[in-house]
């Protein structure tokens, strides 16, 4: 039996498939017959749809204040620190406490598991990716892991000072990553984070470039909690609802100013281009432009950070090694990629959560879909024409 195994009694977990409370399974934006962008998605409009990457989740529900979790992504399933991915990071704005990301930028590769988790989960997630590490064959002389984490601030439904991650429970988000199907919504780093004023989650897509376009793959990961103007394919849906940002203080100029806008999101970027972390910064930049297309504006407390790694040119100990990089002129197409799968990864967090209620009483409601299906009925059919 793992470590990890004793600590599955004392949680417990949210369904796979997040469900709507008649038990009919919350969709996919996709569902919704919405179909954002021009390119086309990968097999599972998933991160995984890049071949090698795998995606786990614990998630961590207790008693009535508890609403916390993990999400690993493994950028391969070989040995990540003898074989380091080419990475880049970008940081949208910096009200955050990402780990990790100095040797990203200095050295441009990524060695270690990418661990999503809260804020004052941070350092315990450093010390358990530390540890995995270092129990690794083939790692008995290691003597330096920068392990790489994010997070968001979940505190509005989670106990969030109680500190309830371990480093059991990153462990068990690592060693629980598969390829294949991606949980969303309420799940791991994203049971207990908002995002536009209802329930954010995790959310994934990908885009699948055609073979005149060179026929590579980017999947995207988000952690959404920020606030802003929900927007669906080109729809203010958050303003049509009545729940978007400074909306108070816009209809009434004499409410106080609150900080409702604040929150982060985090965005894990996959491809199998062959890109140096030069150009992988360049494509994590564009990132951020998907948010934008959701009705993200970036807040002044809001941590937005861009993780980018290629499956290509895996860094090892070689003291000259021969690689292959797609130019500069051949970048704009995964630009493009880039932004559309972030921008369909929010709405996915958004549809597939499910309302949770946490600390102090604290309610998120999941995104009303019979309301936005309405909204955006005239989209649809303008699509189907």
């Given at each position: 039996?793992?470590?990890?195994?004793?600590?599955?009694?004392?949680?417990?977990?949210?369904?796979?498939?997040?469900?709507?409370?008649?038990?009919?399974?919350?969709p996919?934006?996709?569902?919704?017959?919405?179909?954002?962008?021009?390119?086309?998605?990968?097999?599972?409009?998933?991160?995984?749809?890049?071949?090698?990457?795998q995606v786990?989740?614990?998630?961590?529900?207790?008693?009535?204040?508890?609403?916390?979790?993990?999400?690993?992504?493994?950028?391969?399933?070989g040995?990540?620190?003898?074989?380091?991915?080419?990475?880049?990071?970008?940081?949208?704005?910096?009200?955050?406490?990402?780990?990790?990301?100095?040797?990203?930028?200095?050295?441009?590769?990524?060695?270690?598991?990418?661990?999503?988790?809260?804020?004052?989960?941070?350092?315990?997630?450093?010390?358990?990716?530390?540890?995995?590490?270092?129990?690794?064959p083939?790692?008995?002389d290691?003597?330096?892991?920068?392990?790489?984490v994010?997070?968001?601030?979940?505190?509005?439904?989670?106990?969030?000072r109680g500190?309830?991650?371990?480093?059991?429970?990153?462990?068990a988000?690592i060693?629980?990553?598969?390829?294949?199907?991606?949980?969303?919504?309420?799940?791991?780093?994203?049971?207990?984070?908002s995002?536009?004023?209802?329930?954010?989650?995790?959310?994934?897509?990908?885009?699948?470039?055609?073979?005149?376009?060179?026929?590579?793959?980017?999947?995207?990961?988000?952690?959404?909690?920020?606030?802003?103007?929900?927007?669906?394919?080109?729809?203010?849906?958050?303003?049509?609802?009545?729940?978007?940002?400074?909306?108070?203080q816009?209809?009434?100029?004499?409410?106080?100013?609150?900080?409702?806008?604040?929150?982060?999101?985090?965005?894990?970027?996959?491809?199998?281009?062959?890109?140096?972390?030069?150009?992988?910064?360049?494509?994590?930049?564009?990132?951020?432009?998907?948010?934008a297309?959701?009705?993200?504006?970036?807040?002044?407390?809001?941590?937005?950070?861009?993780?980018?790694?290629?499956?290509?040119?895996?860094?090892?100990?070689?003291?000259?090694?021969?690689?292959?990089?797609?130019?500069?002129?051949?970048?704009?197409?995964?630009?493009?990629?880039?932004?559309?799968?972030?921008?369909?990864?929010?709405?996915?967090?958004?549809?597939?959560?499910?309302?949770?209620?946490g600390?102090?009483?604290?309610?998120?409601?999941?995104?009303p879909?019979?309301?936005?299906?309405?909204?955006?009925?005239?989209?649809?059919?303008?699509q189907?024409?």
């Amino acid at each position: 039996m793992k470590s990890w195994q004793s600590a599955v009694t004392i949680l417990l977990f949210l369904p796979v498939c997040a469900e709507a409370d008649g038990g009919t399974p919350r969709p996919r934006v996709r569902d919704l017959g919405i179909t954002p962008g021009v390119l086309q998605p990968g097999p599972l409009n998933a991160i995984t749809d890049v071949d090698g990457v795998q995606v786990g989740h614990r998630t961590i529900v207790r008693g009535d204040d508890v609403r916390t979790g993990v999400t690993a992504i493994l950028p391969h399933g070989g040995d990540l620190f003898r074989a380091k991915t080419p990475a880049a990071v970008y940081v949208g704005n910096g009200f955050g406490k990402a780990a990790g990301f100095l040797q990203v930028q200095e050295l441009g590769n990524i060695e270690t598991p990418i661990i999503l988790t809260n804020t004052l989960s941070v350092g315990r997630a450093i010390e358990a990716v530390v540890r995995w590490t270092l129990a690794r064959p083939g790692n008995a002389d290691a003597q330096s892991v920068n392990a790489v984490v994010g997070e968001t601030n979940d505190g509005y439904l989670n106990d969030i000072r109680g500190l309830h991650v371990t480093h059991l429970d990153v462990e068990a988000a690592i060693e629980s990553t598969a390829p294949g199907p991606v949980e969303e919504g309420s799940v791991g780093a994203g049971t207990g984070t908002s995002a536009f004023g209802w329930k954010g989650g995790i959310g994934t897509s990908s885009r699948h470039l055609p073979e005149s376009l060179g026929s590579y793959t980017v999947g995207v990961l988000v952690q959404t909690n920020f606030g802003g103007v929900l927007t669906i394919d080109g729809v203010r849906v958050g303003e049509a609802l009545g729940r978007y940002s400074f909306r108070d203080q816009l209809e009434n100029s004499e409410t106080p100013a609150t900080r409702d806008e604040r929150g982060s999101c985090m965005i894990v970027l996959a491809t199998d281009a062959p890109l140096s972390p030069r150009n992988l910064e360049r494509l994590a930049r564009r990132a951020v432009l998907g948010l934008a297309r959701a009705g993200g504006f970036m807040s002044n407390g809001s941590g937005d950070f861009v993780i980018a790694f290629s499956t290509q040119n895996l860094v090892t100990s070689e003291s000259v090694r021969e690689v292959r990089l797609l130019a500069n002129d051949q970048m704009s197409p995964l630009f493009l990629a880039t932004v559309e799968s972030v921008e369909e990864a929010v709405y996915n967090s958004l549809t597939r959560a499910t309302t949770v209620s946490g600390r102090d009483g604290h309610v998120r409601e999941a995104l009303p879909i019979e309301a936005v299906t309405e909204l955006l009925a005239w989209r649809v059919g303008a699509q189907g024409d």
